[in-house]
């Protein structure tokens, strides 16, 4: 009876090892599953990534600095890396971020070496040089022995004479001449612009160049501009707003962004034009039509952009410039809109508590009253051909063509489906994200498949999913993930690589780049790149 007991006790220990082992290992492989790069410095990085395959656009009218070069002219920001204008095609390049290889986007001053074409910038976290034979930002931190001298900042004088290329700070400008400003704002005689809100945004500082331009830095608006002899300043308002973006949309190749206001700055709706790389900005306290400028979705119908926000719909129409609301009272079920899509003339409105549709031609708001979807909240709304799918709180809703009805999914893959957080249909494909993870189904064979080791490896929630014919991309709160359809492998992209920030949002993809908005901005990866392989 001892010996029966004994080697019982064994084989019970022989299999919690074996239990214990499988664990082991496969936790081991589940915390492997998703692939990611790590560089131990920037010149390392540099190796994988060109110059200009992550561009990042923050807020950026903190000014402190700017510096004369031989294409361009360079303005530094505290939060917004360094703007570029270029001096002889006269348009606003991309600027440089910690997405192009800078230390930090917090710049103090940005300094140009005439003698050998190095641009410095002192940042809050290292003094960096752009090497443009190389086309790559060099961090002193990382480099042993640092062969670059400082050239001195050429500092301006007390003499009326206004010398050129010489940054001059904002106790300087009573040494400049009078000037006026053009359009819709007006320059006060403490050298504060005013706008047609009657916001006042201070001029801080100012260069005058070999062109005869005097360039204005005027903090919380942009730059302006001015010839020396007509004097008469023009006004360009640049970069985000003082807000977390949550989403955007193409109208043409204009882009459009709104997002969550952050406290203690201004936040609005931003739409930034392509014919002239102009920002402007549309902010709810100044326009009565426009409730809410908290924004967590947009869509576009022709000349008018539909906003989703926290406090109803809000439709714009470009070319009449006009501004329309919708809420409860027209209809809705909830103030809280979570996501938009346009089909056909419908435009589908999802909501924290049920789902709406807008007939495009009247204006005219409905329900949708089936059981499966009043009172549920809407995460996302997606379309395939005919067929509409909800991502929900209560899993996946189907609505099949030619039918009211909408109907329950439960999905066959090994996975969580409820709650549902994103949905995206690309042919025949529907691609779903839980928090269990990521799975898909094909409408052609009925079959399933799932990624449940993405759960495990990275938390959610995944707030969006993007499909092409090469990739899937899927935005979590630790990175942007990408599914390689050929190699069958995830791949999660993160600062390491050049995004902004890990949280991720919204997802546009645009051909051989992907938008991302993230918790600090937006960044555009060019992923398609054919020198690269991810």
């Keep these: 009876m001892i010996g029966c007991t004994g080697a019982y006790l064994r084989t019970e220990k022989m299999v919690l090892w074996v239990v214990g082992l499988v664990l082991f290992l496969g936790s081991s492989v589940w915390s492997q599953y998703v692939r990611r790069s790590t560089f131990a ?176 830095l005027i903090e919380g608006l942009g730059v302006g501009v001015a010839g020396w002899y007509e004097r008469r300043i023009d006004v360009m308002p640049l970069g985000l707003l003082h807000f977390v973006p949550r989403a955007m949309a193409y109208q043409n190749h204009d882009l459009w962004i709104g997002g969550e206001p952050l406290p203690g700055g201004r936040s609005g709706i931003v739409h930034w034009r392509n014919r002239d790389g102009g920002w402007e900005y549309f902010r709810a306290r100044y326009i009565a039509t426009l409730r809410s400028d908290d924004v967590r979705a947009i869509a576009v119908t022709a000349d008018s952009v539909w906003f989703g926000t926290l406090y109803g719909l809000a439709l714009y129409n470009k070319r009449k410039n006009r501004w329309k609301y919708f809420g409860v009272k027209d209809g809705l079920y909830d103030h809280f809109v979570t996501d938009l899509l346009v089909v056909g003339n419908k435009l589908f409105i999802g909501t924290m508590n049920g789902l709406n549709w807008l007939d ?112 899937v991309w899927v935005s979590s709160p630790m990175g942007l993930l990408k599914y390689d359809r050929e190699r069958q492998f995830w791949r999660i992209f993160t600062t390491q690589d050049g995004l902004l920030s890990n949280q991720c949002f919204r997802l546009l993809l645009d051909g051989d780049y992907i938008w991302v908005t993230n918790r600090r901005g937006i960044t555009q990866f060019y992923w398609n790149s054919p020198r690269r392989i991810d």
């Excluded at 799975?439 to 993405?454: C, D, H, S, V």
Aim: charged fraction near 20%; charge should be negative; aromatic fraction near 16%.
């Design 41 to 216: 410095t920037e010149k390392e990085r540099r190796t994988h990534y060109q110059l200009d395959d992550w561009i990042s656009y923050l807020e950026s009218n903190n000014f402190t600095s700017i510096a004369v070069g031989n294409e361009y002219i360079y303005f530094s920001t505290w939060g917004g890396g360094i703007l570029r204008y270029h001096i002889y095609e006269k348009y606003w390049d991309y600027p440089f971020t910690t997405s192009n290889g800078l230390a930090s986007n917090y710049v103090q001053r940005v300094v140009y070496d005439d003698g050998t074409g190095i641009l410095w910038a002192i940042t809050s976290e290292d003094t960096c040089v752009f090497l443009p034979s190389k086309q790559e930002w060099l961090r002193q931190s990382e480099a042993f022995p640092w062969h670059y001298k400082f050239p001195g900042i050429p500092a301006p004088n007390d003499s009326q004479q206004i010398a050129y290329d010489v940054f001059y700070p904002r106790k300087y400008l009573n040494q400049l001449p009078d000037f006026f400003v053009n359009g819709y704002y007006t320059l006060t005689g403490d050298w504060k612009i005013v706008d047609d809100n009657f916001d006042e945004y201070p001029v801080t500082g100012f260069l005058r160049d070999d062109w005869e331009r005097v360039w204005f």
């Design 360 to 471: 495009l031609p009247s204006g005219i708001i409905k329900r949708v009253k089936d059981k499966n979807v009043r009172l549920a909240t809407i995460h996302q709304i997606a379309a395939q051909h005919d067929t509409l799918w909800l991502a929900t709180n209560r899993g996946i809703l189907r609505r099949l063509p030619g039918q009211n009805k909408w109907n329950v999914v439960i999905t066959k893959a090994a996975i969580q489906d409820q709650p549902v957080t994103a949905v995206e249909a690309f042919k025949h494909e529907v691609w779903f994200a839980s928090p269990g993870g990521v799975f898909w189904l094909n409408t052609k064979t009925g079959e399933w498949e799932g990624f449940p080791q993405i759960g495990m490896d990275i938390s959610g929630p995944f707030l969006d999913i993007a499909v092409n014919e090469k990739s």
